[in-house]
Each structure stands twice: as C-alpha cells, then as structure tokens.
C-alpha cells in the first residue's frame, strides 16, 4: 500500500468519505452532486434531438442525411432513461432507509443518556 492510499483507507475506516474531485464534464443532479446517469441522459437526449432536427433536410451541402428513425432512436434512447429512472429509484429507496436509521440511531443515543 502507498502512502497515498493509507490515508484514504483509514477515513473509509472512520466512516467517512474520503474527498474524490469529480470530472469537469459530468453534468450536476437535483441535489448538487455530479451525475453520470444526469449527463448521459442529457446527452441521449440532444444527440435524438439533433438526429430528429436534421432529418428533415434531406441534403445539407454535400452531405446527404438519413431520414429520422424511431426505432433507432427508441433502442438507444431506452437504456438510458431506465438507468436514469432505475438510479432514481435506488437513490431514494437507500436515502429514505438512511434517514430512517439515522434518526433512530440518534433517538437512541439520545434516549440512553435519560436516567431510568
């Protein structure tokens, strides 16, 4: 183990986090923290956007362009808002558990210093 790494895993130990800088692309969610599911979403988004806008010029200059194709789209589009939705999910199922078992942890600690 480096140097570097040591201090990492003694805050993992302690309970906390350790500080990790997120890259400057990812695009920030509801809550402030940066998100790949936010960013990829957002991505699939325009590039269907985009797909759809140009499809309705059939030459732009030299370059031809396809007609636009729902099923392709629909097929690339669909992954990627179920791992959005999915990731959602998950985040308030564990956030709500967290809360819950974080309020009765201090509850509890609260109660054992009451005599009785």
């Known amino acids: 183990m480096t140097e570097e790494?040591?201090?990492?895993?003694?805050?993992?130990?302690?309970?906390?986090?350790?500080?990790?800088?997120?890259?400057?692309c990812w695009i920030k969610d509801t809550r402030g923290y940066e998100s790949v599911t936010v960013t990829f979403v957002t991505v699939a988004f325009w590039i269907t956007t985009i797909a759809y806008i140009l499809s309705i010029f059939e030459k732009i200059g030299p370059f031809s362009l396809r007609p636009f194709d729902a099923?392709?789209?629909?097929?690339?589009?669909?992954?990627?808002?179920?791992?959005?939705?999915?990731?959602?999910?998950?985040?308030?199922?564990?956030?709500?558990?967290?809360?819950?078992?974080?309020?009765?942890?201090?509850?509890?600690?609260?109660?054992?210093?009451?005599?009785?």
């Open 5 to 24: 790494q040591a201090p990492a895993q003694a805050q993992q130990i302690d309970g906390k986090k350790p500080d990790v800088n997120a890259s400057w």
């Open 71 to 116: 099923g392709a789209c629909t097929s690339y589009m669909g992954p990627i808002l179920a791992l959005y939705a999915t990731r959602k999910y998950t985040d308030a199922k564990y956030h709500q558990e967290l809360v819950v078992s974080s309020a009765n942890s201090a509850g509890a600690s609260s109660n054992s210093n009451v005599p009785g």
